[in-house]
């Protein structure tokens, strides 16, 4: 079966840090531009990174500088490092891919979601 799955969500204090996974099965994660989107209760669901598996990876303004992403294609895990945590960051995260190098903003390009992880930061 194909799928993603997050882990490594939590509970922090402003300014501290959490790394997000998404490990792939059934898929060669190599192959697959990965999204990490974000939703806030009350607010719409937006990107905040894609890695397009060519090295290049595509942020959004408000975590630029913080937020980081490094693959591990042979355990087939992306990594989201998040350093310097801000309440506005609290939300749960989501793991999505698409096969290919081609990434997008749209929550509906990428072909396989995970379940979400929460984070949580304290001010």
């Known amino acids: 079966q194909k799928q993603v799955l997050e882990s490594g969500g939590g509970l922090v204090q402003a300014g501290g840090s959490l790394r997000l996974s998404c490990t792939a099965s059934?898929?060669?994660?190599?192959?697959?531009?990965v999204g990490w989107f974000r939703q806030a209760p009350g607010k719409e669901r937006e990107e905040v990174l894609c890695?397009?598996?060519?090295?290049?990876?595509y942020y959004l303004d408000s975590v630029k500088g913080r937020f980081t992403v490094s693959r591990d294609n042979p355990k087939n895990t992306l990594y989201l490092q998040m350093n310097d945590l801000k309440p506005e960051d609290t939300a749960t995260y989501y793991c999505?891919?698409?096969?290919?190098?081609?990434?997008?903003?749209?929550?509906?390009?990428?072909?396989?979601y995970g379940q979400g992880t929460q984070v949580t930061v304290s001010s």
């Open positions: 059934g898929l060669t994660f190599s192959n697959y531009a």
């Open positions: 890695n397009n598996n060519r090295d290049t990876t």
């Open positions: 999505a891919a698409t096969l290919g190098s081609i990434c997008s903003r749209a929550w509906s390009y990428y072909g396989y």
